[in-house]
């Protein structure tokens, strides 16, 4: 156990806590993700038709059948992750989590998708529907906004039959596995 403050820390010990650390994260960093949504499983609805974790699960299963990538499957799984807990930027909380292991257009989508949301939203004081124009004409626009139309707005269903957590899994960990990239700063 280390007692001494940070600033006494040199190299050898430094490259010693990345080694553990390194170990740990490559077997348990999929699984923590997976178990943050699973926390949410039995959380209110907050009068929607489904709650949260199930969104989630449905969003993932739409984007699964529609034979996306696993990438992208998984982003779909991630993407409300931190609506519970950080409702006014969730966006930026996925995103943050998943961007060293996916394409820029999905990390942007995830960061931005709530902006997205907003044309579909009418009647709801403080939203303007047309906040995301600001935005047209970037590379990744018509990507974000087809994944809020088909995948995130209306994947609220409570007769759809969504795939298990489980049945994601693997995909998650594949994600998790690769080798994590810089992340641009937009």
């Known amino acids: 156990m280390w007692r001494r403050p940070l600033d006494d820390f040199r190299g050898d ?9 390194d170990r740990y994260l490559e077997k348990e960093k999929a699984r ?5 949504l699973e926390a949410s499983r039995d959380d209110a609805s907050f009068g929607y038709l489904i709650n949260n974790f ?6 993932a299963t739409c984007l699964w059948r529609d034979r996306f990538d696993e990438e992208t499957v ?9 609506f519970i807990v950080y409702p006014e930027n969730h966006g930026a909380f996925a995103a943050a989590m998943l961007a060293p292991y996916v394409s820029d257009a999905n990390r942007w989508m995830l960061e931005r998708h709530a902006i997205f949301q907003q044309v579909h939203i009418s009647e709801y004081e403080g939203i303007d529907p047309d906040e ?18 088909k995948y995130d707005q209306n994947t609220i269903d409570p007769t759809f039959e969504n795939a298990r957590l489980s049945d994601f899994e693997p995909m998650v960990h594949r994600v998790f596995m690769r080798p994590p ?6």
């Open 13 to 21: 010990d430094w490259a010693c806590l990345n080694r553990q650390r």
């Open 32 to 36: 923590q993700a997976l178990a943050l």
């Open 54 to 59: 199930e969104h989630c699960l449905q969003t």
């Open 74 to 82: 998984v982003c779909g799984l991630f993407h409300d992750i931190g």
């Open 132 to 149: 995301r124009e600001r935005w047209r004409g970037h590379p990744h626009f018509e990507w974000t906004a087809l994944f809020v139309a």
């Open 181 to 186: 990239r810089p992340v641009p700063l937009d």
